[in-house]
């Protein structure tokens, strides 16, 4: 069965760093999420892309962060310049035409 | 704003006896629900929907879920659960009118004692 996948699983960083997490989604799939999961709180959106660009983003989102699919395979989330309330679970998602979005195992970041 | 609920912190119930994990969700449109499963150190697993149609809904690992529209809940249910659903559950929802976000609940960590 096709998962999303991604990497790292454990990313660890100085604060002020920049981080790039990668995730490549399911090959049929053609919207593409980030969420992120600070410990012991809920899961919460960050931003969805679907043909190229951004189509929704929340206010977490902000110039510090970027998203990019600089191929067909592969969906990236970047964040600029770390600060230390940026730890937390990062977990990407993917739907197709159907409205469940399948998530994929996530990567814990670190911000030291 | 478009919300959801999740009362309970903690389920505990014994193998064998029936499940319920409880939703509650405030949407300004018709909602889109959901349920995610999370076992220790995984990500989200989905296990079932609901969109349109039929109030009962079957998912994976032999749960449902039933919407109720004029309570604005969407409970999780198995009738006979296994020590191997012991995880953390997560209800959420998508206001379909104009947003393709879902808002998640904050979880309800589901223990099966043998």
Not at chain 1, 85 to 108: H, I, K, V
Not at chain 2, 79 to 86: E, F, K
Request: some cysteine; hydrophobic content about 35%.
């Amino acid at each position: 069965e096709p998962e999303v996948t991604q990497t790292p699983s454990h990313q660890v960083t100085q604060m002020g760093q920049e981080v790039i997490l990668r995730c490549v989604p399911i090959s049929n799939h053609l919207y593409f999420y980030w969420y992120r999961q600070i410990l012991g709180q809920k899961v919460e959106f960050l931003v969805s892309f679907y043909n190229n660009e951004i189509s929704e983003k929340s206010e977490i989102f902000d110039d510090q962060f970027s998203v990019e699919r600089p191929d067909g395979s592969n969906f990236t989330l970047k964040i600029r310049s770390t600060k230390l309330e940026d730890s937390a679970m990062y977990f990407c998602a993917s739907r197709s035409s159907g409205w469940e979005q399948f998530f994929g195992p996530g990567t814990r970041l670190t911000v030291l | 704003a478009q919300s959801v609920a999740q009362p309970e912190d903690q389920v505990n119930v014994a193998e064998g006896n029936p499940l319920t994990v409880k939703c509650t969700y405030s949407v300004s449109g018709n909602p889109y629900l959901f349920w995610y499963v999370q076992y220790p150190n995984r990500g989200l697993q989905f296990l079932l929907k609901y969109i349109t149609g039929d109030n009962l809904v079957k998912g994976s690992y032999g749960f449902e879920a039933e919407f109720n529209k004029s309570q604005t809940s969407f409970h999780l249910k198995k009738p006979s659960a296994l020590v191997s659903d012991s995880a953390l559950y997560f209800c959420a929802v998508r206001d379909m009118r104009n947003t393709d976000k879902l808002i998640f609940g904050t979880g309800t960590r589901l223990q099966v004692f043998p």
